[in-house]
């Protein structure tokens, strides 16, 4: 059974920092194409960031590049995302998706598993 896990979430003043963890099993992860998402209030789930199986390459939103950094563990099964000068609009629920394939996506739908989501506020 395939499991993925977040955590790290909570609330943050606007300039803070906080540092998502996902926890996956039941699965190759060494195999696997991680991202994550968020979705806002009202909003569409949109696609954070991502990397490749052996996190040689990584992608990430224009609007949080510069600030968001993703990074994996294969041996703890573990994906990141450290989240750094954090803006009010970065408040959402932010979920960690598995991909098996080897090529990037930014699409919820070609991603195969997904966590239940953990929620970040960030404080003005």
């Known amino acids: 059974q395939v499991q993925v896990v977040e955590s790290g979430g909570g609330l943050v003043q606007a300039g803070g920092s906080l540092r998502l963890s996902c926890a996956a099993s039941?699965?190759?992860?060494?195999?696997?194409?991680m991202a994550w998402f968020r979705q806002g209030p009202g909003k569409e789930r949109e696609f954070v960031a991502s990397?490749?199986?052996?996190?040689?390459?990584?992608y990430t939103a224009d609007s949080v590049k510069g600030r968001f950094t993703i990074s994996r563990d294969n041996a703890k099964n573990t994906v990141y995302l450290q989240m750094n000068s954090l803006k009010p609009e970065d408040t959402a629920v932010y979920y960690c998706a598995a991909r098996l394939a080897a090529t990037q996506s930014k699409i919820v739908v070609d991603y195969n598993y997904w966590g239940q989501g953990t929620q970040v506020t960030v404080s003005s």
């Open positions: 990397i490749s199986w052996s996190g040689g390459s990584t």
């Open positions: 039941g699965l190759t992860f060494s195999r696997c194409y």
